[in-house]
C-alpha cells in the first residue's frame, strides 16, 4: 500500500495524553500497511508564548533569531511523538524542516519552499521506519538559515511532502470533525462537508475559514493531491478536499453553496478626496505595493461632478495597517488627496459556493438575507464563485447566521463538536 502523510496541529498534541493518542493513531496507519509520514505543529500554544518570550526581552526580535527560537516548538513535539512510538514498539524517526529537506527562499517568518529534497525520508520508510517531520520549517537554500514558513504552515509542510513523496492522500488533523459550512462557535447548526474542491476551498481559505493554511490548498491543487480534514479525536470520516473535477468525467450532483466564511483580520482605509485625473491610482497603488503590503478589496467612488474628487477605499490586514497608512501619508503632497481614513471595526462575510456559475439570483438572495437581518453593506467585492461584503465587525455574527439560514444550510442535528483547543 502506498504512503500516507498525516498532519497533527497543535490541539491534537498539546500534552502527553495527546501525544500517546496520536502515537496510536499513527502506528494503526501503519499496521494498516501504510507507509507513514507525519508533519507535526508545535505542543498546543507554544508559537505563541514562544513569541510572547522573544517580545518581552526585545520589542524587535531579529526574524533570523525569531525563526531559530519558533522552529524550536515543532521540534519539541516530533521527538515526543517518535519516543511515544518507540515506546508502542514501532521503529520511528524525527527530522527538523531542514533535515527532511525542505528548502525555501531565506525570507524569515514567510519563506516559501522552493524544493523538497526528501532522501533522508524515504531511506526511513526503506527502513521500516515511521518519519516524524517538523511543520512550519525548512532551510535558506541561500543563506543556510532555518525558516519559518508563516503561522499555521504546518499544514503547507504535509501536502508539500506528500506531493513530493507521491503520496496518496495527505490527512489533516484538528480538533474539529471537517470542514464545516460555517464557523461552528458562530453557527452551531453548521454541517460537515463531506466533499468540497479544492476550488472552493481555496476561495473559503482566502475568506478567513481557519481550517487549512491557505498554501496547503493551492499545493494540494498544483499537485492534485487530495487531503482528508479530520478530527484526531474521533474516528469519524472528515472531509475529503478534491482537486476539481476535469471536463468530461461524470458530472457529480454538487451543492450550490459550500459555505459561509468570515474574516476578522481586516481593517478599510479610505483615501478621501483624491483629484479624478489619469494616473492618480497608479500612484497611489505604487506607494502601497512598494512597502509589500497585500490589498484585498479595492473599490473607487464615483467623483463627484461638482468638486472632480473621487475617494479610494480598500481593505488590507489589519497587521499591515500602520505601515500602509505611513506609505499614504508620505505622498500626500503628491497625489493631493483630502485626508485618510483608517476603519478596522469591520468584518468580512464571504458565501462560497461552485454553484454561483450557474444558478443565477445567489446575489440578490445574499444580499437580502443582509437586509432582513439590519446588515448594511460596505464594500462589495466578487468572484466567480464568491460573493464578499464588508460590514461592520459587530455585525459579523448575525450576517453569518441570517446568510446560512437563508441557504438552507443549518442543519436539524448538531453536527460540529470541537474536541480541544484554546481558539488562539
Ligand atoms: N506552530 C505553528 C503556528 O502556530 C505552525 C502551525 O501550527 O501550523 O503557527
Ligand atoms: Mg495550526
Known amino acids: 500500500m502506498g504512503i500516507v502523510v498525516q498532519k497533527y496541529g497543535g490541539s491534537s498534541v498539546a500534552d502527553a495524553t495527546g501525544i500517546k493518542r496520536v502515537a496510536q493513531r499513527i502506528v494503526n496507519t501503519r499496521k494498516a500497511g501504510h507507509d507513514v509520514v507525519v508533519v507535526v505543529s508545535a505542543m498546543g500554544d507554544t508559537t505563541d508564548d514562544l513569541r510572547d518570550l522573544a517580545e518581552q526581552v526585545t520589542p524587535l526580535p531579529p526574524p533570523r533569531e525569531l525563526d531559530m527560537l519558533l522552529t ?44 523538497i529534497t526528501p532522501g533522508r525520508i524515504e531511506a526511513a520508510l526503506a527502513d521500516g521506519a515511521i518519519a516524524i517531520v517538523a511543520g512550519f ?22 501536502v508539500a511532502l506528500a506531493a513530493s513523496l507521491g503520496a496518496d492522500v495527505c490527512e489533516i488533523y484538528s480538533d474539529v470533525d471537517g470542514v464545516f459550512t460555517a464557523d461552528p462557535r458562530i453557527v452551531p447548526a453548521a454541517r460537515k462537508l463531506a466533499q468540497v474542491s479544492t476550488e472552493e476551498m481555496l476561495e473559503m481559505a482566502a475568506s478567513g475559514a481557519k481550517i487549512l493554511h491557505l498554501r496547503c490548498v493551492e499545493y494540494a491543487r498544483r499537485y492534485n493531491m487530495p487531503i482528508h480534514v479530520r478530527s484526531s479525536f474521533s474516528e469519524k470520516e472528515g472531509t475529503w478536499v478534491i482537486p476539481d473535477r476535469r471536463a468530461g468525467e461524470v458530472e457529480m450532483e454538487q451543492a450550490i453553496i459550500a459555505g459561509v466564511a468570515h ?53 488590507l490586514p489589519r497587521s499591515d495597517g500602520q505601515t500602509a497608512m505611513g506609505a499614504l501619508a508620505r505622498i500626500q503632497d503628491e497625489v493631493g488627496y483630502d485626508k485618510l481614513l483608517y476603519d478596522d471595526q469591520i468584518g468580512k462575510v464571504s458565501l462560497i459556493g461552485a454553484g454561483m456559475r450557474s444558478h443565477p439570483g445567489i446575489t440578490a438572495k445574499f444580499f437580502a438575507s443582509l437586509a432582513a437581518a439590519g446588515v448594511n453593506i460596505e464594500m462589495i467585492s466578487t468572484s466567480e464563485i464568491r460573493i464578499s461584503v464588508i460590514v461592520d465587525e459587530a455585525q459579523v455574527d448575525d450576517a453569518v447566521r441570517a446568510t446560512h439560514t437563508a441557504f438552507d444550510l443549518d442543519s436539524t442535528e448538531v453536527e460540529a463538536v470541537v474536541y480541544g483547543g484554546t481558539g488562539r
Not at 90 to 114: M, N
Open 72 to 115: 524550536a516548538g515543532e521540534r519539541i513535539s516530533m521527538a515526543l511523538v517518535a519516543m511515544a512510538i518507540s515506546q508502542l514498539g514501532y521503529k520511528a524517526r524525527s527530522f527538523t524542516g531542514s533535515q527532511a529537506g525542505v528548502i525555501t527562499d531565506s525570507a524569515h517568518g514567510k519563506a516559501k519552499i522552493i524544493d
Open 137 to 158: 520549517q525548512g532551510v535558506s537554500q541561500d543563506t543556510k538559515d532555518v525558516t519559518t514558513l508563516g503561522r499555521g504552515a504546518s499544514d503547507t509542510t504535509a
Open 263 to 315: 474574516d476578522r483580520s481586516e481593517a478599510k482605509i479610505t483615501v478621501v478626496g483624491v483629484p479624478d485625473k489619469v494616473g492618480e491610482a497608479a500612484r497611489i497603488f505604487e506607494a502601497l505595493s512598494a512597502t509589500e503590503v497585500n490589498l484585498d478589496m479595492v473599490v473607487q467612488n464615483v467623483s463627484a461632478a461638482a468638486t472632480g474628487l473621487t475617494d479610494i477605499s480598500f481593505t
